[in-house]
């Protein structure tokens, strides 16, 4: 379910920076009240740790998944 979680928060940050770089928009500053406003600090907070979280699917080992009766 986290893992599921930050899939959510990375693609969320994701979609922010490329309208960052297409469009020179920062959504989550729009929605929230600019960059500074608490609510963005931690929407960006979330999408940062989501990020730090991703790292460790990298080790994941996918091919191994142990069942649970």
Same mark, same amino acid.
């Given at each position: 379910?986290? $893992?599921?979680? /930050? &899939?959510? &928060? %990375? =693609? =969320?940050?994701? +979609?922010?920076?490329? /309208? %960052?770089?297409?469009?020179?928009? $920062? %959504?989550?500053?729009? +929605?929230?009240? #600019?960059?500074?406003?608490?609510? @963005?600090? *931690?929407?960006?907070? &979330? *999408? /940062? +740790?989501? #990020?730090?979280? /991703?790292? @460790? +699917? &990298?080790?994941? $080992?996918? @091919?191994?998944?142990?069942?649970?009766?």
């Amino acid at each position: 379910m986290l $893992d599921k979680i /930050a &899939l959510v &928060l %990375i =693609i =969320i940050g994701a +979609l922010n920076w490329g /309208a %960052i770089g297409i469009f020179q928009f $920062d %959504i989550v500053a729009w +929605l929230f009240g #600019g960059q500074g406003a608490m609510f @963005s600090r *931690v929407i960006y907070t &979330l *999408v /940062a +740790l989501a #990020g730090v979280w /991703a790292i @460790s +699917l &990298l080790f994941h $080992d996918s @091919s191994r998944r142990e069942i649970h009766e």
